[in-house]
């Protein structure tokens, strides 16, 4: 019942910005932890950010600095702000979720067990 809907992505030169969004129905935002995910062709899925239940927020070193993730548990939507892109953050963009009740949250993407079907981001040099 779970859904996960990604929009946003897009192709952009490097140094330029893209804003993803994650919509989410079939449960109280607030009572799950959120992230973002991205994964390439021969490559394994990776963590960018995520957001606990309570809003505090784990980067990854890459993203740091550069993207910043947001979310409105009245209307169930995430967001991601993407600055500065890099042609190696070219990759499908995911969101995904798990039921939390603690004040943190993780990057692994074995913890997450909703996941939403990607978006494209394309960085061009």
């Known amino acids: 019942q779970v859904q996960l809907v990604e929009s946003g992505g897009g192709s952009v030169q490097a140094g330029g910005s893209l804003r993803l969004s994650c919509a989410a129905s079939?449960?109280?935002?607030?009572?799950?932890?959120m992230a973002w995910f991205r994964q390439t062709p021969g490559k394994e899925r990776e963590g960018v950010v995520c957001?606990?239940?309570?809003?505090?927020?784990l980067y990854a070193d890459f993203a740091k600095g550069r993207f910043t993730i947001s979310r409105d548990n009245a209307k169930n939507t995430l967001t991601l702000q993407m600055n500065s892109l890099k042609p190696e953050d070219t990759a499908m963009y995911s969101c995904?979720?798990?039921?939390?009740?603690?004040?943190?949250?993780?990057?692994?993407?074995?913890?997450?067990?909703?996941w939403g079907q990607g978006t494209q981001v394309t960085v061009s040099s």
């Open positions: 957001i606990d239940r309570y809003g505090s927020t």
């Open positions: 995904a979720a798990h039921v939390s009740a603690v004040g943190y949250c993780t990057l692994n993407p074995g913890t997450y067990n909703y």
């Open positions: 079939g449960y109280t935002a607030s009572a799950f932890s």
